[in-house]
């Protein structure tokens, strides 16, 4: 028999962050509990699904009713900077911190060897076609500290120094996550932090 | 704004086993790959809710089509023994481990102080009738392994030796690692447990 709760929980299992017994927890409970957690879900992605898209000129998550998104044309940002992420999701972490009021620029991935992601493949054409035209006088480079972040970053810059060679370069600062202990940081993290030290 | 992305997470993290980060991941994965994720996912809770019932014999899940469920009604497995456990899941569970091949009793729940989760909640009617009427030799009393399963335990085995006063009773053999649940045991634990029960 073809098992719908087998095929719910491969389903689940498929997420970013649910290993194979929360994928299977959740399952049980889904089903367990229709009207409480099946009914919202399935409501919440149809209406994600529908109404979720990515605006045209950043990248970034938006409402199918607000392309551009409210990021973009919001006449209180700073137009002068742009933050260059590589996921849309990553725009919402960084405007949770409140640290940056300028344009977005989500890449949809990063430069990939382990993965065979080249540049072809990020939305570049867009970002260099809003590098000539828009003027920026800071690019601020918001890709991860793996080696495929500081690949992608290292990739940016020279794509930034040709296409807007007045525009300032810059990348968030590598150092220990908020109220973290020396002993529980990872290796690299520490070389980077120590290295950066002021 | 009512926001989709963040409908989706709070719907995502009332899921079991998926705390508020990967609820986030979840979500965003979710909006990002909506053909290789979303519809599917959509599909299977869908099918799910629809296709899959409580057995009105077991209580334990089956397909709406085969109701009472495969094990109810196989003519080869030992309908002298009976296995109490307190949710659908945890038939699943025991099942994968070969150990029992006797006829099963979901509760749907536990005696709970903590929840006020009484005896008048589960499905104890269903399991009195079951005990006087089919004259079972063995009752396996397959609870967690908590406070509220040792209760729920306590309860039962009260119940049989009233309802079913020829049958012996049992529970599984402690094993399985104290505070937690059967459905998320593995395989091998669960196999000894049942081989040791007492």
């Known amino acids: 028999m073809r098992n719908p709760l087998e095929n719910l929980e ?61 990021r973009c044309t919001d006449p209180m940002r700073d137009t002068s900077a742009l933050c260059v992420v590589e996921e849309p999701g990553d725009i919402a972490a960084i405007e949770r ?7 977005y620029h989500a ?7 382990s993965r065979g992601t080249g ?11 809003r ?3 828009e003027r920026f006088r800071e690019v601020i480079l918001a890709t991860g500290t793996d080696l495929d972040g500081d690949a992608t970053a290292e990739f940016l810059a020279g794509m930034v120094r ?3 060679p007045g525009a300032t370069v810059s990348r968030l600062a590598f150092g220990l996550p ?10 690299v993290t520490l070389k980077r932090a120590m290295a950066g030290r002021r």
Chains 1, 2 share one sequence.
């Open 10 to 70: 491969r389903a689940l299992a498929r997420l970013p962050g649910l290993g194979r017994r929360s994928a299977e927890r959740a399952a049980l409970a889904l089903v367990r509990q229709p009207e409480v957690l099946a009914d919202p879900l399935l409501a919440a992605i149809a209406e994600a699904r529908a109404g979720v898209v990515c605006c045209d000129i950043c990248g970034g998550f938006t409402l199918r009713s607000e392309n551009p998104c409210p």
């Open 97 to 103: 911190s409140g640290a940056f009021n300028g344009l």
């Open 107 to 113: 890449l949809h991935g990063k430069v990939s060897a």
């Open 119 to 129: 540049p072809a493949d990020l939305r570049l054409d867009a970002l260099a076609k």
């Open 131 to 133: 590098l000539s035209s």
């Open 162 to 164: 040709s296409a807007a």
């Open 178 to 187: 908020v109220d973290s202990g020396i002993a529980y940081s990872d290796p």
